[in-house]
C-alpha cells in the first residue's frame, strides 16, 4: 500500500507546473515590491495559508498539533523557515529575481552536506561529493562581477543581494534537515507545514514592521500578487508536492529540480526585462549539474 510509483504522465505534468509556480514566485515577489515589501507579502502570504490549513490539519486524524514533542521541533522549523524567507525578501531588495531564484535552490547541496554529517544512511558517495564540487565552482563563478567604470555601488549590492539569497538556501536546507532529524519525520505533512506558516507569519510581520516594511498600497497588482502566492504557493502547490512525495519515488521527482532555477531565469528576464551576464550563465549551468549528480547518483552510477 505504501510503494512509490514510478513517474507517469500525470507526475510529470504536475510537476512541470510546480516548477513553473515556484521559479514565478520570486519574480512575482518583485514585481509588487514598489507596492508592498517581499517581508510583508511573505509573511501575510504564510498568516492566509495557514487558515486555509488549519481545518486540514484538525480532520486528520493522524495530527498531533500540540503533543510538546512535535511543538518544539515545530518552534525550531518555523525559526528557520522564517529565516529563510526573511534573508529571501532583504536579497531580492538588492539583487535580480533571476539570482535569488537560483542562488536560493542550491538548497539540496546544503542538505545533501547536512545529512551526510547526521545519517550514516546519507553518506555521500564519491559521486555525490563530484557533484557538491561542480555546484560549489558554479556558485564562485555566479558571484563574480565584471569591472564596470561606475556601476559599482550597483555591483556591491548584489553582490550583497546574492550572498543573502545564499544564505536563504543554507537556511532552507536547515529546515528540511530538521524535520528529517525531528520527531516531525513522523508527523503528518500538513502539520509540518502549518508550524511553518503560522509561525513564520508571526516572526516576519513582527519583523516587517520593526523594520519599517510594513506599508502596504492596495493596488490591483498587490492584491493579485497576494492571491497567487496565497492559494497557489502556499496553499495548493505544497499539498500537491506532498501528495507526490506520498504516491512516486522522491529520487524520480528530483529529476525536475533543475527546471524551477531555469524557469525563473525565464520569467525573470521576460516580466522583469532582467539583463543575465554570460558568467551567470555559467555558474548556474555548472550549479544544476553539480544538483544533478548529487540527487541522481544511484541512476547515474548505472
Known amino acids: ?13 504536475l510537476m512541470i507546473v510546480l516548477c513553473m509556480v515556484w ?26 495559508a495557514a487558515l486555509l490549513l488549519l481545518p486540514l490539519v484538525l480532520l486528520d486524524q493522524k495530527s498531533q498539533l500540540m503533543n510538546p514533542k512535535n511543538v518544539k521541533a515545530g518552534a525550531l522549523v518555523a ?5 529563510e524567507f526573511f534573508l529571501l525578501a532583504q536579497a531580492l531588495q538588492l539583487t535580480s529575481a533571476s539570482h535569488a531564484v537560483v542562488l536560493l535552490y542550491t538548497a539540496p547541496i546544503f542538505v545533501a552536506l547536512g545529512l551526510h554529517w547526521k545519517l550514516p544512511s546519507e553518506r ?12 560549489f565552482i558554479g556558485i564562485v563563478v555566479t558571484f563574480i562581477r565584471p569591472q564596470q567604470i561606475g556601476v559599482n555601488t550597483f555591483q556591491q549590492q548584489m553582490l550583497w543581494g546574492d550572498l543573502y539569497a545564499l544564505a536563504a538556501a ?30 513564520s ?5 513582527g519583523l516587517a514592521f520593526f523594520m519599517g516594511q510594513a506599508v502596504v498600497q492596495w493596488t490591483p497588482l498587490v492584491m493579485g500578487s497576494l492571491a497567487f502566492h496565497t492559494l497557489i504557493v502556499s496553499f495548493a502547490s505544497f499539498l500537491a508536492w506532498f501528495w507526490l512525495l506520498r504516491n512516486y519515488l522522491a529520487s524520480r521527482l528530483g529529476v525536475f529540480s533543475f527546471l524551477t532555477p531555469l524557469f525563473g531565469i525565464i520569467f525573470g528576464v521576460w516580466l522583469l526585462d532582467e539583463n543575465i ?9 555548472l550549479v544544476l549539474l553539480g544538483i544533478l549528480v548529487v540527487s541522481l547518483q544511484g541512476w547515474l552510477r548505472k
Open 1 to 13: 500500500m505504501d510503494e512509490r510509483k514510478a513517474l507517469d504522465q500525470t507526475a510529470s505534468s
Open 23 to 48: 521559479g514565478l514566485q520570486q519574480v512575482i515577489l518583485k514585481m509588487a515590491a514598489s507596492d508592498i515589501s517581499p517581508l510583508m507579502q511573505i509573511a501575510l502570504r504564510s498568516g492566509l
Open 79 to 83: 525559526v528557520l523557515f522564517s529565516l
Open 124 to 135: 555521500l558517495t564519491l559521486l555525490q561529493w563530484t557533484g557538491i564540487g561542480i555546484a
Open 170 to 199: 543554507i537556511a532552507w536546507a536547515a529546515t528540511t534537515v530538521t524535520v528529517r532529524l525531528s520527531s516531525l519525520a513522523q508527523a503528518a505533512v500538513t502539520q509540518t507545514l502549518f508550524y511553518q506558516l503560522a509561525g
Open 201 to 205: 507569519f508571526i516572526l516576519l510581520l
Open 277 to 285: 551576464e554570460a558568467n551567470f550563465i555559467f555558474g548556474t549551468a
